[in-house]
């Protein structure tokens, strides 16, 4: 997108050097203006089918469409969104964990919601704020899944959002491994297990 190039820039997040385009840079009217697109492909090679079909759409819309949908079909539909780089978005005054309250609030309590995020300080702060069930994802072993640790992320979280690899491991030629008793640790410690991403 030619008209965007002078957009281009490095910045700092979360203590990473990255050069790219950044959503603060842009209002909501040229981000409507963008098509969305599988971020990943060769994790996911069948969602290329739908590259540029769709808007990039806004929350609310996303809640507009599950509610939709969820009525034409007579059963719920669920939402699942994950707070991202909490602490840069707070830096420039743009928390969007408030702003993704205040849409929920706008749009009931009739929507099955789970709040994603890496982020145990952003969790810790929603937990006093809402009722709705909050995900600590972790991703590798460093995260030092201890039991107590466990019990530590179960003060502000429901869940525990692992990825698949600490719950089932691949040996060296590509099978199953012994599972890790991640699961029985979690729910020892009072979460729940949700694996990601399949």
Same mark, same amino acid.
């Given at each position: 997108r030619p008209e /965007?190039?002078?957009r281009r820039r490095t910045a700092v997040v979360d203590g990473h050097s990255v050069? +790219?385009? /950044? %959503?603060?840079d842009f209002a909501l009217a040229a981000l409507e203006t963008l098509r969305a697109r599988e971020r990943p492909p060769e994790i996911r090679p069948h969602s290329q089918l739908y590259d540029d079909v769709f808007s990039v759409p806004t929350f609310e819309e996303i809640l507009d469409l599950a509610q939709a949908?969820? +009525?034409r079909l007579g059963r719920p539909i669920g939402v699942y969104p994950e707070i991202k780089q909490p602490a840069? /978005?707070?830096?420039?005054g743009l928390r969007h964990d408030d702003a993704m309250l205040s849409a929920l609030r706008d749009h009931g309590s009739g929507l099955p919601v789970y709040i994603q995020s890496f982020d145990p300080t952003c969790l810790r702060a929603l937990s006093a704020?809402?009722? %709705?069930?909050?995900v600590q994802l972790v991703e590798n072993e460093t995260e030092l899944l201890t039991p107590y640790r466990l019990r530590e992320i179960s003060t502000y979280a429901h869940v525990l959002g692992a990825h698949k690899s600490l719950l089932m491991p691949l040996d060296q030629a590509g099978r199953l491994a012994t599972p890790t008793g991640l699961v029985e640790r979690a729910h020892d410690a009072g979460l729940a297990v949700h694996a990601w991403t399949f």
């Amino acid at each position: 997108r030619p008209e /965007f190039a002078d957009r281009r820039r490095t910045a700092v997040v979360d203590g990473h050097s990255v050069t +790219g385009w /950044f %959503v603060e840079d842009f209002a909501l009217a040229a981000l409507e203006t963008l098509r969305a697109r599988e971020r990943p492909p060769e994790i996911r090679p069948h969602s290329q089918l739908y590259d540029d079909v769709f808007s990039v759409p806004t929350f609310e819309e996303i809640l507009d469409l599950a509610q939709a949908e969820a +009525g034409r079909l007579g059963r719920p539909i669920g939402v699942y969104p994950e707070i991202k780089q909490p602490a840069h /978005f707070a830096r420039l005054g743009l928390r969007h964990d408030d702003a993704m309250l205040s849409a929920l609030r706008d749009h009931g309590s009739g929507l099955p919601v789970y709040i994603q995020s890496f982020d145990p300080t952003c969790l810790r702060a929603l937990s006093a704020r809402t009722a %709705v069930p909050l995900v600590q994802l972790v991703e590798n072993e460093t995260e030092l899944l201890t039991p107590y640790r466990l019990r530590e992320i179960s003060t502000y979280a429901h869940v525990l959002g692992a990825h698949k690899s600490l719950l089932m491991p691949l040996d060296q030629a590509g099978r199953l491994a012994t599972p890790t008793g991640l699961v029985e640790r979690a729910h020892d410690a009072g979460l729940a297990v949700h694996a990601w991403t399949f």
